[in-house]
Structure formats: structure tokens, C-alpha cells
């Protein structure tokens, strides 16, 4: 496992979980599925390689670096790869409701994982509403930018005001 934590790393420096498959063939090397995990918990024992980490998802096991990907990007990640982008930005929009300090920006779909385009970023505001998450709205700040959020954690004035927050504005 330790001559795949190289190309984990620059995969993981490039927003990219990777299968130790996928690494062994641009390696070229031979890979067992059963060595997987076992190889994997005598890899991280070296707290060299601490920062390498792993998760299960639609039964194949993905790496990457924590150096340069945080959990939460590679959950979405995953879920984007499992096909259920709607259940990743849904959680995501709720988290950042409930710290009670932000709105979900729309324009974080137009950045990785994502990489939605203007009919994408349509698909979602109309799908949302269709799939069970009648906390989730969408409302646009007074810029005429789009945003997110959940009545789980924001009333609809509070997010109004934190989309339409100015750090640079004084106040009396």
C-alpha cells in the first residue's frame, strides 16, 4: 500500500478520491481487493502516512489525502460519484443553516465537485423542492445572487439578512 500514498496524494492535490485499483493500474501494478483494508490499517500504524484515509462507499473503498481534501468534500465527492448529488447538497445546505452564521451561496455548485453549469444550477432549484425537503429554500440577495437554506436552522428574515450581510458596511 505505501507505493500508492505518492499518486493518492497528487490525486488528492487535483480534488480527486481514488480506488486502490484505479491507483495500482496508473501504477501498473497488480492489486488484490482483498488486501485492501488490511493494507490500508498497517499504512496509517506509520504516522507517516497519517494523512491518508479511506472510505467505503457502493461497496469500493476510496482514498485520499486529508492534506489537501477535507471529510467534507470527500463526502460530497462520493456521493456525486453514487449519483446522489441532490442528498449531498441537501446535507450541505442544512449544515451551513444550522451554524447559524451563513447561507449556501448557489455559486458554490459552479466549483468542484460540482462543476454545475446555468441549466444544472436551474435542474437543482427546481428538483429540490420535489424531493421531500420542504425545509430547503431558495431565495436571491439584493446583488441578484442566488442562495440556499433551511428553516431547520434560519428563519427566512435571518437568512435574508445573512445574504445580504456587508462586512464592510458600519453600522451606528
Not at 497528487?10 to 491507483?23: D, K, W, Y
Not at 491518508?52 to 481534501?69: C, E, T, W
Not at 447538497?89 to 468542484?112: D, G, K, M, P, W
Amino acid at each position: 500500500m505505501i507505493e500508492l500514498v505518492g499518486y493518492i496524494r497528487v490525486f488528492s492535490q487535483h480534488g480527486r478520491l481514488v480506488t486502490a485499483e484505479q491507483i495500482a493500474a496508473v501504477a501498473g501494478l497488480e492489486w488484490d481487493n482483498k488486501q485492501t483494508v488490511a493494507g490500508y490499517i498497517q499504512l496509517i500504524l506509520n504516522e507517516a502516512y497519517a494523512d491518508v484515509q479511506m472510505r467505503l462507499s457502493d461497496k469500493r473503498h476510496f482514498f485520499y489525502s486529508d492534506k489537501s481534501i477535507v471529510e467534507r468534500y470527500a463526502e460530497q465527492w462520493l456521493a456525486l460519484e453514487r449519483g446522489d448529488a441532490f442528498e449531498a447538497i441537501i446535507a450541505q445546505i442544512r449544515r451551513n443553516s444550522c451554524r447559524h452564521t451563513e447561507v449556501y451561496q448557489e455559486s458554490v455548485l459552479t466549483f468542484a465537485p460540482y462543476l454545475y453549469d446555468e441549466p444544472q444550477l436551474a435542474n437543482v432549484r427546481e428538483q429540490l423542492p420535489q424531493l421531500g425537503a420542504e425545509d430547503i429554500h431558495y431565495a436571491v440577495d439584493k446583488q441578484g445572487k442566488g442562495y440556499y437554506y433551511s428553516t431547520q436552522g434560519l428563519s427566512h428574515s435571518y437568512a435574508a439578512v445573512l445574504a445580504n450581510y456587508d462586512p464592510c458596511e458600519w453600522s451606528n
